[in-house]
C-alpha cells in the first residue's frame, strides 16, 4: 500500500534551518508529482511547494519563496524540503503528500522558536 513516511521536523531557533524528508512506497514514485503541506495550529492546511514527477517544474507558496527549496530523488523514493532563514511563522506540522493530496504521511513537526 501507499506509504508517505516524513522525518527531520524538531525545535530550530529563528534563522535556522532543517531539512525535512519523505520517504516513499508502495507505488512508482517516479511516476507521481509530489507536494509539501503545512498546518499551523487553528489554522487550515496550506501547499508549501510542488515538484513534478522528474523535477523539472517546482512551485511555491509566496510565504516560502527564496527560503524553501522542495527536490526529490527519483533513486530513493525520497522527497525533501529544504528549509532556510526559518521565522516563527513556519511553526507547523509539515506534511509530504502525493499529487495534491490523494495520500498523505502523517506529518512532522516544526517548532521554529528562541
Known amino acids: 500500500q501507499v506509504q508517505l513516511v516524513e522525518s527531520g521536523g524538531g525545535l530550530v531557533q529563528p534563522g535556522g534551518s532543517l531539512r525535512l524528508s519523505c520517504a516513499a512506497s508502495?507505488?512508482?514514485?517516479?511516476?507521481?508529482?509530489m507536494a509539501w503541506y503545512r498546518q499551523a495550529p487553528g489554522k487550515e492546511r496550506e501547499l508549501v511547494a510542488f515538484?513534478?514527477?522528474?523535477?523539472?517544474?517546482?512551485n511555491y507558496a509566496d510565504s516560502v519563496k527564496g527560503r524553501f527549496t522542495i527536490s526529490r530523488d527519483n533513486a530513493k523514493n525520497t522527497l525533501y524540503l529544504q528549509m532556510s532563514s526559518l521565522k516563527p511563522e513556519d511553526t507547523a506540522v509539515y506534511y509530504c503528500?502525493?499529487?495534491?493530496?490523494?495520500?498523505w504521511g502523517q506529518g512532522t513537526q516544526v517548532t521554529v522558536s528562541s
Open positions: 508502495g507505488f512508482t514514485f517516479s511516476n507521481y508529482a
Open positions: 515538484i513534478t514527477s522528474g523535477g523539472g517544474y517546482t
Open positions: 503528500a502525493r499529487r495534491v493530496g490523494d495520500y
